[in-house]
């Protein structure tokens, strides 16, 4: 799962924020979904109202329809393009969304024989009210603002309360902040969560390794709130003196949301200051974030060291994860298993290549239980290769491990436990490698 700027403590502090406005959201299959593959996008629309499922699947091999029926966040249902009439099983898990398309046999029954599996990712839901433009404008100058004035000095820790007037000192990023009048703040997972009790709050998230460009490309994607709704860049990134600056927001059906993101550089550390309300505060907000970031200052870190040897330890290395679920079954199917394997390979070059699989078992179930036997079947599909440049970074109290493909974009995951401590190998995204050594591939 990408992290990024969207690290779970960075959702956390979001869905607190979220929580005091007082959003809700709608869950079921509704949405739109994605699916990236050797090059090639698949989109998939759906509508889930009432049990009735409809919506579209587009791609290279062209428009498809698709109408089903649903039961909780499982469906069935045939997908036709006005010729073809194809097979479609449907059961979301998180995020994510799994697909198993099949063509019908002679007796209009799906032929387990030609099952594929698609697993699709849940878009973020975009902001539909002032939608950024094909190229859109760099963001509004944040206005002048002095540095909150510091009363006291704490170091910072997790789980610490700051009051008003407390200059905060993360000694290893060699970062400082101010907490402004009239905020209170408290340290969590590695970044600093401030509110007002008015519906107004940030967050600040301590860096250090990262260049302007990964700092800039992490700024540049949403900050997931949930895994359908984020708020989403409406401007592009401005830069000046030694700051980024990124407006966001997301609309809901309970209101909008906005959101001003300033990362402030210093020579190898930073910080990334992210302020939040509802857009009636647009003015605060920005009051709020320009404040924050004036009193951001650097001293000197003590992280080069650990970066340079988790930077060595990686290099040459090839990192494993193997997966494997089973599901008891539902209404459309009976107990079934699916099993997955991503390996990447970095190079100490800064060169990296990844492939992944998946395999999948089930069994449908005969409506009623009467007819035709209930039907087996598996069901495969690659990710492909692919490759790019790899860098790691410290964000808050994790390495990152960004991945920069060579047909663009950025993803990133928290990597830990490099030392294999407990004779555990390291994990990546919170989960223990199954396999992790030199690699063959580098040259």
Same mark, same amino acid.
């Given at each position: 799962m990408p992290f990024g700027f969207t690290l779970e403590h960075m959702r956390i502090g979001v869905v607190l924020l979220w929580m005091l406005c007082s959003f809700a959201l709608a869950q079921g299959l509704s949405g739109e979904y994605a699916l990236n593959a050797d090059g090639q996008t698949m989109r998939l629309?759906? +509508?889930?109202?009432? =049990?009735?499922? $409809? =919506?579209?699947?587009?791609g290279s091999s062209g428009t498809f329809q698709l109408q089903g029926r649903s039961s909780g966040l499982e469906a069935e249902a045939i997908l036709s393009d006005g010729q073809e009439r194809l097979y479609v099983?449907?059961?979301r898990e998180g995020a994510q969304l799994r697909v198993i398309v099949m063509e019908f046999d002679a007796n209009d029954q799906p032929?387990?024989? $030609?099952?594929q599996e698609y697993v699709f990712t849940a878009q973020i839901q975009a902001s539909t009210a002032n939608p950024p433009a094909t190229k859109p404008n760099p963001a *509004?100058?944040? *206005? !002048? #603002?002095?540095?909150?004035?510091?009363?006291?000095? #704490?170091?910072? +820790?997790?789980?610490?309360?700051?009051? *008003?007037?407390?200059?905060?000192?993360a000694k290893a990023h060699g970062v400082a902040f101010v907490v402004p009048a009239g905020f209170n703040a408290q340290a969590q997972s590695g970044a600093a969560i401030l509110g007002n009790g008015k519906g107004i709050g940030a967050l600040i998230l301590p860096f250090y390794g990262a260049s302007s460009t990964d700092v800039a490309a992490l700024m540049s994607r949403p900050l997931e709130v949930t895994g359908d709704v984020a708020l989403k860049p409406v401007?592009? %990134?401005? /830069?000046?003196r030694n700051r980024l600056t990124l407006r966001y927001a997301a609309d809901t059906p309970r209101g909008r @949301? %906005? &959101? @001003?993101?300033?990362?402030?550089? =210093?020579?190898?550390?930073?910080? &990334? @200051?992210?302020?939040?309300?509802d857009g009636t505060q647009g003015k605060a907000v920005d009051s709020l974030a320009a404040s924050l970031a004036a009193g951001v200052t650097f001293s000197a870190s003590t992280l080069a060291t650990p970066l340079q040897q988790a930077r060595?330890?990686?290099?040459?290395?090839?990192?494993?994860i193997f997966s494997y679920s089973s599901l008891p079954g539902g209404t459309?199917?009976? #107990?079934?298993?699916?099993? /997955? !394997?991503?390996?990447?390979?970095?190079?100490?070059?800064g060169r990296y290549t990844y492939q992944g699989s998946t395999e999948g078992r089930y069994t449908l179930l005969t409506p009623g239980g009467a007819g035709a036997p209930d039907r087996t079947g598996v069901a495969s599909g690659s990710n492909g290769a692919s490759g790019g440049r790899w860098r790691l970074i410290v964000v808050g109290e994790q390495f990152l491990l960004l991945l920069y493909p060579a047909d663009g974009g950025v993803d990133d995951y928290a990597v830990t436990n490099l030392e294999r401590r407990g004779g555990k190998l390291p994990f990546v995204d919170g989960q223990e490698l199954s396999s992790f050594g030199q690699n063959s591939v580098c040259r």
């Open positions: 629309q759906l +509508r889930d109202a009432g =049990g009735q499922l $409809t =919506g579209t699947l587009s099983y449907l059961k032929d387990q024989s $030609t099952a *509004p100058a944040l *206005p !002048s #603002a002095t540095a909150p004035r510091a009363t006291r000095t #704490a170091e910072w +820790r997790n789980g610490a309360k700051f009051a *008003p007037g407390t200059r905060v000192t401007s592009a %990134i401005t /830069s000046g @949301v %906005i &959101a @001003v993101g300033v990362a402030v550089l =210093g020579q190898n550390s930073g910080a &990334a @200051v992210f302020a939040f309300s060595a330890a990686l290099g040459g290395k090839y990192l494993n459309y199917t009976g #107990a079934s298993d699916r099993s /997955s !394997s991503r390996t990447w390979n970095l190079c100490s070059d």
